[in-house]
């Protein structure tokens, strides 16, 4: 699991200590998801070892839109299990992950093909002052 977020601002309210390093990863340009620790009010099932949880600031306007709205972050998965292939069609979804979410979002999938600029975010992780890729 993940949590989408509307801005770096917005992830302060859940961790209680953030590096320079995790906001400059957070801030970069390209789809990013940092995995924080020491994980503040949020609920206890949504955290890893360390109180840890996978934060990625969105730019999807539905998203930002129920973000802005509720003034609270989305809980999100990947849109497969992992270890499996990323899908590139809302056909390629598991049927199982799609009847396990509430939503998933049009505005990925345009005509059954993943738009050009949706590329899966990549996932990182600092682990004593070096940066872990978990996926690229």
């Given at each position: 699991l993940l949590v989408l977020v509307d801005s770096i601002e917005m992830i302060?309210?859940?961790?209680?200590?953030?590096?320079?390093q995790e906001l400059d990863l957070l801030a970069d340009s390209r789809p990013t998801t940092v995995i924080l620790e020491n994980i503040i009010a949020l609920p206890n099932n949504l955290k890893g070892p360390n109180s840890s949880l996978a934060f990625r600031i969105t730019t999807n306007p539905a998203c930002l839109n129920?973000?802005?709205s509720t003034q609270t972050p989305l809980v999100s998965t990947s849109a497969n299990y992992s270890g499996?292939?990323?899908p590139l069609s809302r056909n390629q979804i598991s049927g199982t992950l799609?009847?396990?979410v509430d939503v998933v979002f049009k505005t990925i999938y345009k005509e059954k093909t993943i738009q050009q600029n949706a590329k899966p975010s990549r996932i990182l992780k600092i682990s004593n002052g070096l940066v872990i890729t978990i996926r690229k």
């Open positions: 302060k309210h859940y961790c209680s200590s953030i590096s320079k129920i973000i802005k499996d292939p990323t799609l009847e396990s």
